[in-house]
């Protein structure tokens, strides 16, 4: 079984910086992408920023210039460092991985159980 555990939410006030991350566990062969969703009430869930296994990056337009993902192979873990927070980027925050689990079966999507941002003064 694989696990994807997120850590380091909070509240912090606008302008501030937090960061989250987030650890895979479980019989891993391989992961592929690994990527932030956030959730905000009464929203759909949407991307963030993921990164690829060589280390590219993505980011959602709204976060561009603001936050920064990376990860750590050996680790098995993903980071989110956030600057400049705002009100809007309140959220429940999703860590996502395309992880191959089971030799000879295709990769899947895992998602973990999600870490709250606030912003707010």
């Known amino acids: 079984q694989v696990q994807l555990v997120e850590s380091g939410g909070g509240l912090v006030q606008p302008g501030g910086s937090l960061r989250v991350s987030c650890a895979a566990s479980g019989n891993i062969l391989s992961i592929y992408d690994m990527g932030w969703y956030r959730q905000a009430p009464g929203k759909e869930r949407e991307l963030v920023a993921d990164i690829t296994s060589v280390g590219v990056p993505k980011y959602a337009d709204s976060v561009k210039g603001r936050f920064t993902i990376s990860r750590d192979n050996a680790k098995n873990t993903v980071v989110l460092q956030m600057y400049n927070l705002k009100p809007e980027d309140t959220a429940i925050y999703y860590c996502?991985?395309?992880?191959?689990?089971?030799?000879?079966?295709?990769?899947?999507?895992?998602w973990g159980k999600g870490t709250l941002v606030t912003v707010s003064s």
């Open positions: 996502n991985g395309y992880i191959r689990a089971v030799a000879g079966r295709a990769a899947m999507y895992y």
